[in-house]
């Protein structure tokens, strides 16, 4: 089922009258695990911004179940429809694990951590005593609590290790089959756009699909 669309969709910077979107089509479906890539100044992370409603197109849609996020407003789309998760993680840096996960549900279990891989211990202690890949499942917890159906990562495994990376991008892969999330993910990893089931590559101001990965692109 399509969840999030873009539709006819065309993008320039403020003060600028170079385009770095035209005219983009694309649906996303839930249970689907896509990823986004291209050079450095491609637009991917535009992209991210307007599929997340922090920014909007000069021209065309983006749709949530096939209605306009602009009629609802930006910020419930925000509120209700996506998570984000961040290469720098974006935890509050004095706070425990399970207490960042709080803030977004105050109702949250300690069991998405642990089934996220992290003990007892570690839920307990300051956030910034965990290691990387530790920080980011918690990121991605916090995400996961929210419950909305849409999680869009901006290079979530960039500051990881190959091991860790391979960790994160199982754990999201699992999060679109079982969870029946639309999980978005804007990389230059290889490695994650060749675990995807749907790889979009931004060039030339236009998304297209594409069935392996180029060198070029990394």
Do not use: W
Not at 70 to 79: A, I, L, P, T, V
Not at 83 to 108: C, G, H, M, W
Not at 145 to 154: C, G, K, T
């Amino acid at each position: 089922m399509d969840i999030l669309e873009i539709k006819n969709v065309t993008y320039n910077y403020p003060n600028s009258s170079e385009l770095v979107l035209s005219k983009v089509n694309q649906k996303f479906e839930i249970g689907k695990f896509y990823a986004i890539i291209g050079k450095s100044g491609a637009g991917k992370s535009t992209l991210l911004s307007l599929l997340a409603g922090l920014d909007k197109p000069q021209k065309g849609k983006i749709l949530f179940k096939g209605n306009d996020i602009e009629k609802d407003g930006y910020s419930n789309h925000r509120k209700n429809n996506i998570s984000l998760v961040f290469q720098n993680y974006n935890l509050i840096d004095y706070l425990t694990p399970i207490e960042n996960v709080r803030l977004v549900n105050k109702n949250a279990s300690e069991t998405i951590l642990f089934e996220l891989g992290l003990d007892k211990s570690q839920i307990n202690r300051n956030v910034m005593r965990l290691s990387g890949g530790q920080q980011q499942r918690v990121a991605i917890a916090r995400a996961l609590v929210s419950e909305a159906p849409i999680i869009l990562a901006d290079e979530p495994t960039g500051n990881l290790d190959v091991d860790t990376a391979s960790e994160i991008i199982e754990i999201l892969k699992k999060l679109a089959k079982e969870r029946n999330k639309c999980v978005i993910v804007v990389t230059h990893s290889k490695e994650v756009a060749n675990s995807a089931d749907i790889v979009l590559e931004l060039r030339d101001r236009k998304l297209k699909n594409i069935n392996k990965i180029t060198p070029e692109v990394k």
